[in-house]
């Protein structure tokens, strides 16, 4: 017998856990999002915010607010990344500036 219970949050925080694949993620991004929709409305008076506006229609004053709405819209996301395959992708981006640099070496010594 699944009842929803009467949260203070909306939407609740069952509905923002399917949009993620943690506690810690659902907290993170909503306040990375929070905190970009302020910087936003900051921005708004001296001729315009450099963060992306809000992406969802709300009645919610509060950023937070509007960020866990946006979560739930799917309109924003996060991507995970595997840190193995990061310092792989580094590595390789080095050793072709050291090739790209060696073989620039080697053009302008035979000039």
Known sequence: ?????????????????EKVDSRFTLVSLAAKRSRQLISYDLGLGEGGGSEVPPQVTSTARKSLSMAFEEIEADKIGYERF????????????????EADA??????????
Do not use: K
């Open 1 to 17: 017998m699944s009842e929803e219970q009467d949260t203070m949050i909306s939407p609740g925080l069952e509905a923002l856990l």
């Open 82 to 97: 595997d840190p193995e395959e990061r310092a792989r992708s580094e590595a390789e981006a080095l050793a072709q500036a």
């Open 102 to 111: 060696a073989a620039l070496e080697a053009v302008s010594d035979e000039e």
